[in-house]
C-alpha cells in the first residue's frame, strides 16, 4: 500500500507542475499503471491544479472506477486505451497544452531543435480524428496513431505521452511542449535547421536517462509545489 500511496503522491505532484507550467489549466491528466496490475491511479474530473491524492481514483482497463467517491474524467478512455495495448506503459498524460495544438494544427512534423528535444528524435505521429477521445473505439484509434512512439499530437486538441513512470511522462509531457514551441519560435524568423536523426541518436542518451530526469523532476517539483 505504500508504494500505492507514494505513486498518489507523485500524481499529485505531476499535476501541479503541469498546471504550473502551463500545459493544463481546468483540463488534461496524467494517471499511472499500478506495477504489476491491470489497474489504473487516475485524477478525477477536475483541474489538475486542485487535486489531492485522496481524490485519486482507481480504474481498470475498462474504464471501471474500482475506488474513489468522485466522477472520472471523461477522456479517461485514452488512458486505458494506451495501458492495454502497451505493456510498456506506466504512465500516460494527456495535455492540450497550447503549442503542441500550433504544431499539430499547422500539420508539421515534430523536429528536435534542441538537447532535450532528441527525446522525440524518432518521430511524434498525429492523430487527425478529431474531438475529444471518450469511446473504446476512439481509444483503439488513438493506440493505432501512437504505436510505439513515446508521444503524439492530437489535432486541435494536445497530446498523448507515454513513460516508464510518472515522473518521466511528466517531464516527457514538459519537453514536448518546449519542442512544439521552439519550433514555433524558430519559424517566426527562418527556415530552423532541426538536428538530423543522427545528431538526435548521439545526444539523446545524454539528455533523457535516468538521471536527466531525475534532476528535472527535482526542479519542478520543488517550485511547483511552493
Ligand atoms: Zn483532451
Known amino acids: 500500500m505504500a508504494d500505492i500511496e507514494s505513486l498518489k503522491r507523485d500524481l499529485v505532484t505531476a499535476c501541479r507542475i503541469l498546471h504550473r507550467e502551463g500545459l493544463v489549466r481546468a483540463f488534461g491528466h496524467i494517471s499511472a ?9 487516475i485524477p478525477p474530473r477536475m483541474g489538475p491544479g486542485l487535486v489531492r491524492a485522496e481524490d485519486v481514483l482507481t480504474m481498470d ?3 471501471k472506477v474500482l475506488e474513489g467517491k468522485r466522477e472520472p474524467n ?11 495495448a502497451r505493456p510498456d506503459a506506466m504512465s500516460v498524460a494527456h495535455t492540450h497544452s ?3 495544438v500550433v504544431i499539430g494544427d499547422l500539420g508539421l512534423e515534430v523536429q528536435p531543435l534542441h538537447n532535450e528535444g532528441t527525446v522525440f528524435g524518432e518521430g511524434v505521429p498525429r492523430l487527425d480524428a478529431t474531438g475529444l477521445i471518450q469511446t473504446e473505439e476512439q481509444g483503439k484509434a488513438l493506440v493505432a496513431a501512437l504505436g510505439r512512439s513515446n508521444a503524439a499530437l492530437l489535432r486541435a486538441h494536445g497530446d498523448v505521452v507515454v513513460g516508464s513512470g510518472v515522473r518521466e511522462a511528466c517531464i516527457l509531457a514538459l519537453y514536448l511542449e518546449d519542442a512544439c514551441r521552439l519550433m514555433y519560435q524558430c519559424l517566426q524568423v527562418g527556415k530552423p535547421v532541426f538536428l538530423t536523426p543522427e545528431e538526435s541518436a548521439r545526444i539523446r542518451p545524454k539528455t533523457f536517462n535516468e538521471k536527466t530526469v531525475a534532476r528535472a523532476w527535482e526542479y519542478f517539483s520543488e517550485i511547483a509545489v511552493r
Do not use: C, K, Q, V
Open 74 to 84: 471523461s477522456e479517461a478512455a485514452i488512458h486505458w486505451s494506451i495501458y492495454r
Open 98 to 100: 497550447p503549442m503542441t
Open 33 to 41: 499503471r499500478i506495477p504489476g496490475t491491470d489497474r489504473l491511479l
Open 61 to 63: 482497463l475498462s474504464g
